[in-house]
Each structure stands twice: as structure tokens, then as C-alpha cells.
């Protein structure tokens, strides 16, 4: 064990250091950011996860899908009424639902939804499934728009405050955190961090197992993913349900942070927007998937806001317009630099040394150096699989 | 679930046709249990619609494949596959920027059997499967000589520990019946021999039964204890290796007519 602490490169060390740093300061930020920024992290922490989501199917498993705004749509909706107000002064009623149980159940609903879908989905793939998942994105539009009783029809509907067990994340009680009033979005801020670490986690589990590699070898070669034992569409099926619960919850969390829901929210736009997020941020990783999530959420606000310091912006062209430019320049700056996406600009920060038994010599070319004929046939014994 | 041991194949009668063209006609042989059996033929015999056929890739028109006395043809691939039928591809058919190991434990998949959920939730027992069976990937990468590889991505291997790769991916399905086509595709000399051994100590170190698919004929006068020669198609003999090699229909069909004697330098080593 020390001889390998020695052997610690020195930049995992200081990766490390500012890993460690990085997650101080978010956990710190609360004390010294203003609201605009604790609501726009809060935003990308929720935007990130849906992103994971998607990244899981397209990203890892392949499946081009359009629908993730649909899914959102799904989850936004279960949570705003089940959690809803039984008898608002305005707008639609609600179940008054305790919060958490609300947002639990938009997981879960907008999980049962994509099962219920992967039918077809699994039988589809490439383009085809790309196609066949807009319809969900119209079929959604539509019952957002006529289901007026549970999603508030065109206006939308508001969406409650979360609460978990009597804490509000609101500014209703007040709440001291070394001097600093802590209201909405401070709490919501840890929130957020809180469900993407535990979501980012689930999903680096989940793509470093059993069913993560059979969703990488569907991807790049399926005849040899079936042939190898892996049922591909149970395999899409999986990639598909994970998917829509991420999305389900980060619906819930878009809910959540707007405060209310409406159908322009859920539009074809937004899937498009996803699939920006996986593909600067790097297909089929959990890092790309927040660099991704965070930067498409962020860069339009940011140069909203601050693009007046650039010469021409507000005079010559509109803040909204040059956050539109900026945007389309930075995905293109970014898959023409790097076609891996920031994680992969982030990994080669982070990359280790090559592996020690990679530099010593060994003849690789002439094949089989190491093994010793087993003239014994004990070497390898037949083992029964382990269950 | 006791161990299992190498398991015969039996082939009746088995047809394919794509439109008017029959890739298989009427094809019948049987491999016995414990057997390196070769298939050879010219190219477009119909010698990897064979393997499509038993891997249920493709579903005959007309005919039976039976492991150990059980159809097969109904099944789809990963049933197959999960009856103990592990099979290797002409070209590497993995996925490049997987490590090693990550590609040798897609042939555990099946035998895997933590959920979605408990991979997620990180529960000991889906992390214990996923520790002994990266135990037992290292056993098998050590016999092919690939355990000092195991963390590298696959394509920074040379192409002939690439098909190693995929051979040892398919012999960690602890199959009954390995299935290899042309394993030898593209190695030079010594890598060949590399490749018999591996396949003859397999063979016994395992209990299988081994079906070959080789262009190579030094490496399937070799190894082979029982040969089956498709040509268009159809099977046109199967023997010993003597046997089919002093077979005047094969001479003619696979190397023309009076072209024999290129087979018998083929097995000079």
C-alpha cells in the first residue's frame, strides 16, 4: 500500500487538492454569492441531472433521443400537482402532497412513463428513434395544453415551494448561517449540490457496472453486444428508464426553481438543448454531462447580464441576440477543439501518468510472452459462473 | 451451479437464403464434444452464415441447431449465448476506447446478475459480483498473457493482442462451445502459433468444445481433430484432417482441379 502512495503522481495529488478545494467553495459559496448566482447554480445543478440522463441513453447507450423535454415535462408536472395546492385562490388545484413525496413520485412517474415507451423505443435506434421520440415531444405539447386541470393549460401552472419535513426552501422562516439570512435559494442551492452528487454518483456506479458496459457495447457494436449474452433490448430498456427518472427529477428541480411550469418550457427546444449539453460537455460521462448542463444553462444569463461590457452589445445588436452569437460560436469553438467534449479538456488536466506495467518492457508484438503452456491444466480450471 | 463440461453440436439439415441466393444448402455435420473442430472453404462458402446461424444471428429457412441435444434455432443471440455458446469475431468486434478488462467483463455480462437499482444504490453484493468477477477476467487475461494490459484502452494494443482480446472475451463466458472465427486472420507466424496453443490448452484446461473458422491451413492440420469443407454453400466433405485433405472433391473445389498438392504444403510447418 505505501509503495503505491509513492507512486501517486503528483498532478492526481493536486487534482485531488483542488477537487477537494472546488467542493469547499461551492459548500462556502452561499456566504458571499448573491441570489442571481445561487438560483442560476441551483438551475444548472437541476439542468445537469437531466443531462446525466440523457447522457446515459445517447451518450452511452447510443440512442438518440429528442424527448428528454418531454420527460422533463413529465416530471415538472407530476411534482407541481401532486404537490399543488388543494384550493389556490388562482389556477389549478393540486393533491397537497408533502413536497418530498411529490418529488419522489415524479421519479417515479416519469420512470413508469419511459417504460411504459421503451416498447418501441428499444426497437428503434439511430435516426429512426431520433424521429419516433419527437412525436412524444408533440404528444407532449399537446396534453400540456388540453389537460388543463393538472398542468394549468397554455398559462401553466405555479409550482410549490419544496419542503422536507417542515424546512421550507423558501424566505418564509428565518433562518442565520453565520450572520448570513439563508432564504430560498441559499437552501435550494444545497439542494441542488446535494441531488447531483447523489445523482452523479448513482450514475458513475451505474456506467462503471455490468449494465453500464453493455450500454457502451450496444452503442459501437451490437451484434457482438448479443452474441457476447447481452439482451440489446432489455439493454435500451434500461438505458431508456434510467434516463426518463433522471429527467423526471429534473423536471421536478426545473419546477422548483422557475416556481412555476408552462408548455413553451418543454418545447422541442429544449431537447435540443440537452443533446448541446452532452455533446460539448462529452458523450457518455457524468463530468460532461454538469460542464455541459452548467455551461448551456449559464452562458445565455451570463451574457445577458454582462454582455453590456463588450463594445457594439446594446447598441448595435441586443444583449439576447450577442448571448445567441456567443453561444453558437462557443459550441462550435468547442467540438471543433476538442470533438470529445470539456470533459475531455477537464481529463487531460486530470490524466495520470501512464500506468507503471504499461512502461516496463514487455514484448507485446510477439504475443504471448507471459504465459507458460499450461502443460498443468490446473492453470485454469473450469469454473462454475458464480451466482 | 455445477461446472459444466464441453457440450456436442449437432447440425441437420440447415439452409439459408437470402432472396434466390442460398448461403446455406442443406448442411449437415456433427461436432463432437471436446473436439477442435475446423469449418474451412473458400471465401462465400457460406462458412460465417454457419456461425450466424448457430449464434442466432440468423434464423435458418429449413434445419436444426442442437447443443447438447437442445434447439437452438429459435433463440435469439444473447440465449445463445446464455446456453454456453461463446464466440469470437473475424475482426475485433469491441469497442475501442473500453479497457481490457472492461471489454473481457462484457462476456461476464450474462453471468452477472445485479440490477440496474442495486448498481445505482452501490449495494455490497453488487460490488462484491463485480470484485470476483474481475477476479476470475484476471485468471483468464493472465492465461492469454494479457494481464499487464488489463487498464489500457483496447485499441493502444497491437492487432494481434486485439483478436487475444476477443478470443478471451468469449472464453469469459465460460462457454460449453467456443465458436472462433478466423483467429488467425491477419497474425504472422508466430502470433499463429501463439493462437494454437492457446486454443489446444483451452481445450483441455477448460473441457470445450472448440468450432474454428480458418483460411490458415498449416494452423487447421494442426489442431483440428475433425474438418468440415463448405463450398457454396454446401457441405462437400468431413472427415479427419487426412482425410479431407486426400479428398479429390476438395482439391477441386477449393483450389481448383490439379491444384492439390497446395494443401499438402500447407501443413509442412
Redesign the interface.
Known sequence: MSDRLQKWDSRLLVTRALAVLGVLLLLVAPLYLEEFWLRLGFTACGAAIGALGLNILTGAAGQLSLAHAFFLAVGAVTYSWLAGDPDPAIGPTGLGWPPVVAMAMAIVVTAAVGLLVSPISSRLSGLYLGIASLALVFIGQHLLATLSGITGGFQGRSAPTFSVFGFEFSNQSELLVLGVPFGRYERLWYLGLLLLAVSAWAGRNLLKSRHGRAFRMIRDKELAAAVSGISVRRGKQNAFVVSSALAGLSGALFAIAIGSIAPVSFSLDVSIQYLVMIVIGGMGTVTGSILGAAVVTALPILTQRYGGVFPLVGDVVSPAAAARYLYGGALIAVLMLQPRGLAAVAGLVRRRAPSNSASEARPIAGGRAPVDPPTDTDALERKAPIT | ????TAAPLDIEGVTVAFGAVKALDDVSFSVQSGHVHGVIGPNGAGKSSLFNVI???YRPSAGEVRLDGMALTKL???E???LGIG?S?QNV??????SVL?SL??????????G?TA????LPR?RR??R??KA?VT??A????L???L??PLHE??Y??QK?VDVA??VC??PRLLMLDEPAAGLDE??TD??S??IL??R????LTVLLIEHDMGMVMKICDHLTVLDFGRRISDGTPSAVQSDPAVASAYLGTGEAAEIETGTAP
Do not use: K
Not at chain 2, 468486434?93 to 473500453?98: K, P, Q, R, Y
Not at chain 2, 467483463?105 to 445485479?114: F, N, T
Not at chain 2, 448498481?119 to 452501490?122: A, E, K, Y
Open positions: 451451479m455445477s461446472p459444466q449464434s442466432g444471428v435469439r443471440p444473447h445463445v449465448a446464455g464466440r469475431f468486434d469491441l469497442a475501442g476506447e473500453e472492461e467483463l462484457v462476456g461476464r455480462h450474462d453471468l452477472m446478475r445485479s440496474v448498481v445505482m444504490l452501490g453488487a459480483e463485480e470476483e468477477h476470475r485468471e483468464i493472465d492465461f492469454f498473457g494481464a499487464d494490459h487498464d489500457r494494443l497491437p494481434g493482442q487475444l472475451r468469449a463466458m465460460e508466430a502470433e501463439t493462437i496453443e492457446i490448452d483451452l483441455s484446461a477448460l473441457d
